[in-house]
């Protein structure tokens, strides 16, 4: 089975189409980034969420879904 990359960007406003396609276009199968500027700590809470449920059998849409929803400065975040 190939193996799946996937890059989360916690860097403030790094959620683009145009980003996303750069990574893609090295390789990359999955792009998870903000679409604004979120606090140090949701980006915390928010990654700490999607490796938690990702670990554990939750596919990354979800994960990410629910990550989000975590608190209202985590849902600047977004699979593209």
């Known amino acids: ?3 799946r990359q996937t890059v989360v960007n916690l860097g403030c406003c790094t959620g683009s189409d145009d ?3 750069a990574f893609r ?3 990359t199968t999955s792009y998870v980034a ?3 500027s979120p606090d140090g700590a949701a980006a915390l809470a ?4 999607l490796f938690f449920l990702h670990t554990y059998g939750v596919p990354l849409d979800e ?4 990550a989000a929803g975590f608190h209202p400065e ?3 975040f977004r699979l593209f």
């Open 74 to 76: 985590c849902e600047q």
């Open 19 to 21: 980003l996303s396609a």
């Open 1 to 3: 089975m190939p193996r």
């Open 46 to 49: 928010f990654v700490s969420n």
């Open 34 to 36: 903000p679409v604004d």
């Open 63 to 66: 994960a990410v879904r629910r």
């Open 25 to 27: 276009a090295a390789g």
